[in-house]
């Protein structure tokens, strides 16, 4: 009996060994279910986090190549992405309001007015005065009224008109033996002529003084109109910030500025044409001065009697 108690202990060891063997045989196995998913799940944050970073890494990338594309878009246009080409004359003259574009509208008229008088007057002046110099020069030496008209010839002058108003009150005035009576009408016609040919070439004179004195003005008012619409853009955005300012009142001050441009050459032009136009009074005063005298030697040539008209000594006869 004791040796089979001896040989039972002998058993339940051995038994227990194989049982705990299949344990300790499953136990690597379960290790080894448990490392092999472990090694993924410790390899893949290991791969996550190198992929993500570079993620997180290029969404600033991509915030800095977002912001850094409109500058560059910016570069290439800085004049429509500023608000600089909007503010170019043109741009403010077309959103401009209805008020201020008409008034640049007439003001841009009125100086091309003011040039188309410029160089009307100046080409009108300098005829005249090349004319009437040479009408002056050829009749230096005639010593009657016929000699200086035949010297004339055909060329129409103001001195023309001189010596024809001469002539044609000789012959009015025949029969009639006061010489200074005729002078006198024929100085009368001489001062007519004179006035009529200073109206004549101060013709668009007015305009020009027009333009140059009412210009500024118009062009103020333009401007106070566009500040006006200016501050009542601002009161209805409730902003005062000068991108939301700046147009309006450029817009308002570009009305002033075409009418200091309109008015600025409207002004010089006036007194430029005043000084020349004095200049040519002169002549004309001279001209008639000219055909005074060449009367007077006709008058006392011929005692009264002009050509066309009676002879003092004939109307003494007459009356005998």
Request: hydrophobic letters at 50%.
């Amino acid at each position: 009996m004791i040796a089979s108690l001896a040989m039972l202990t002998l058993a339940v060891p051995s038994s227990a060994q194989q049982q705990a063997a299949p344990g300790a045989q499953a136990a690597p196995a379960v290790q080894s279910q448990s490392v092999t998913p472990s090694r993924p799940a410790q390899s893949v944050p290991a791969v996550q986090p190198s992929a993500a970073a570079p993620q997180v890494q290029s969404a600033p990338a991509a915030a800095d190549a977002s912001l850094a594309a409109p500058a560059g878009a910016d570069s290439k246009q800085p004049k429509s992405s500023t608000g600089l080409h909007e503010l170019s004359p043109w741009n403010m003259f077309l959103n401009a309001d209805i008020i201020v574009k008409a008034v640049m509208l007439g003001l841009a008229f009125a100086s091309l007015v003011t040039w188309t008088v410029f160089i009307a007057k100046m080409i009108e002046l300098t005829v005249v005065q090349r004319k009437l110099r040479g009408a002056l020069t050829r009749i230096a030496e005639s010593r009657s009224l016929a000699e200086a008209q035949f010297a004339l010839g055909a060329k129409g002058s103001v001195l023309s008109s001189f010596i024809a108003a001469a002539m044609r009150e000789g012959r009015l005035s025949a029969g009639i033996s006061s010489d200074a009576g005729i002078k006198e009408r024929a100085a009368s016609s001489f001062s007519e002529i004179a006035r009529a040919e200073a109206r004549r070439i101060r013709t668009g004179m007015g305009l020009l003084a027009t333009i140059g004195a009412t210009s500024p003005f118009v062009g103020l008012f333009g401007t106070v109109w566009g500040i006006m619409n200016s501050f009542i853009g601002i009161s209805k955005s409730q902003t005062t910030n000068l991108a939301v300012v700046a147009p309006g009142i450029a817009e308002a001050l570009l009305a002033t500025a075409i009418g200091l441009v309109a008015a600025i050459p409207a002004v010089i032009i006036y007194n430029h044409f005043s000084r020349v136009t004095k200049g040519y009074l002169e002549l004309v005063g001279r001209a008639s001065g000219a055909a005074g005298r060449l009367l007077s030697r006709d008058l006392d040539r011929t005692h009264g009697s002009i050509p066309g008209s009676v002879p003092h000594g004939a109307r003494a006869a007459a009356a005998e």
